[in-house]
């Protein structure tokens, strides 16, 4: 195969209707620069793969169907982002999710990799980068009216927000001349349920008049996913030709987890018995957590069942002023089976056994601050 997204097939699924719900024929039909480049982008990770394996992938990320699609498309970005960082997959599983075998640097201890891919419905039928892009319209309307926006259903990929923002005129030039009595109003049709409420009257016009914004909690949903997907890949390593290495459980989300940090130490950790502040020899302060798996009453990592899990990686990617932007934390498992050195992950972010004491772990953050990074 000469080139993964040739001219054959963007004439092909250029004649698709529109809109159309499929990934790729965004990626393949859209003209703007940054599609363009990112298109470029994903063909050159294609060919940094084994060439045993470009033919499987190849079929996978010319799919039509997203979760197909995505998937493939997870497993690529993060043998990228790793091989981009001295970690190189040395054999490709031949099954979608399967385990691939890495390794680090210099290290020879060979790890297992799998990477799952996390599409929920609302990254199916909708997108947190709509609803910004909502709020970004509707602060261009130029008024003296402070107001907040509750999203109630998540908003279509190919969502058009200007009639929102011209019955939003409307409804605040209505308030004025007092054809519209009272602070609350909705904008609803079968696909989009928007929630508006007054906040303060101005005494002069202006823009970037949304105060405030609601969508639908999604931790809980988010986090039980995570969940599943870790089981996931446990029970496809176990049954696979790489039962014997630790595991690092990758789950790629296509959009920013947005998960508070408190909620995803409970869920894999469980609840501390205590937290504190360290000051480190460089004067740098963290926030420590002591756990003891005994002690501890849930958590994914104080189940027995994931201790073949050394770490978990949770990736995501989300636009940001038209480039691609990659979000990657480890999670050690510091009950783990066969734990992995912080340095096969070298300057990742990584949340890991700082110390112990006794029955006693004490977890926290090493390079926080390079959770966020772009690929050449």
């Known amino acids: 195969m ?9 004439k092909e699924l250029a004649a698709l209707p529109r809109p159309h719900p499929s990934f790729l024929v965004s990626l393949l039909t859209r003209d703007e620069p940054a599609i363009v480049a990112f298109r470029v982008q994903i063909e050159t990770w294609w060919e940094n793969i084994g060439t045993d394996a470009r033919e499987r992938y190849a ?3 010319q799919s039509l169907e997203n979760e197909v699609f995505f998937q493939a498309f997870a497993e690529l970005a993060v043998h990228e982002i ?8 040395e054999g490709h599983a031949t099954v979608p999710g399967g385990t691939m075998r890495a390794l680090s640097g210099d290290d020879p201890e060979p790890f297992g990799l799998g990477v799952l891919a996390y599409l929920p419905e609302i990254q199916i039928r909708g997108s947190m980068s709509v609803y910004r892009h909502l709020v970004r319209e509707l602060n261009q309307i130029h008024h003296h009216y402070y107001f907040s926006v509750y999203l109630k259903r998540w908003l279509p990929y190919d969502f058009d927000p200007r009639p929102i923002k011209r ?7 209505s308030l004025d001349d007092g054809s519209w009595h009272g602070k609350y109003a909705e904008y609803r049709d079968e696909n989009i349920h928007l929630e508006f409420s007054i906040l303060d009257k101005l005494n002069e016009d202006r823009r970037d008049l949304v105060r405030f914004r609601i969508s639908p909690l999604r931790s809980p949903e988010v986090l039980d996913k995570v969940g599943e997907s870790v089981t996931t890949l ?12 630790p595991l690092v459980a990758t789950v790629f989300s296509n959009e920013d987890w947005a998960l508070p940090e408190s909620f995803l130490h409970d869920y894999v950790y469980g609840k501390p018995d205590y937290a504190f502040n360290w000051t480190t020899h460089g004067g740098r302060t963290e926030r420590m957590k002591a756990y003891q798996r005994s002690s501890a009453k849930y958590g994914l990592f104080v189940n027995e069942h994931f201790d073949k899990v050394s770490a978990l990686l949770l990736v995501d990617k989300e636009w940001e002023r038209d480039k ?3 979000s990657l934390r480890v999670m050690h498992n510091p009950w783990a089976k066969h734990p992995l050195d912080p340095s096969v992950f070298g300057d990742f972010a990584q949340y890991r056994a700082v110390d112990t004491d006794g029955d006693t772990v004490f977890l926290g953050w090493d390079n926080s601050e390079r959770a966020r990074f772009r690929l050449p």
């Open 2 to 10: 000469d080139a993964l997204y040739g001219p054959e097939l963007q």
């Open 59 to 61: 079929e996978r990320l």
């Open 82 to 89: 790793l091989r981009y960082h001295d970690v190189r997959v």
């Open 167 to 173: 019955a939003l005129e409307v409804w605040l030039d």
């Open 234 to 245: 446990v029970n496809e390593a176990n049954a696979g030709p790489h039962a014997d290495l």
């Open 324 to 326: 691609v932007v990659f």
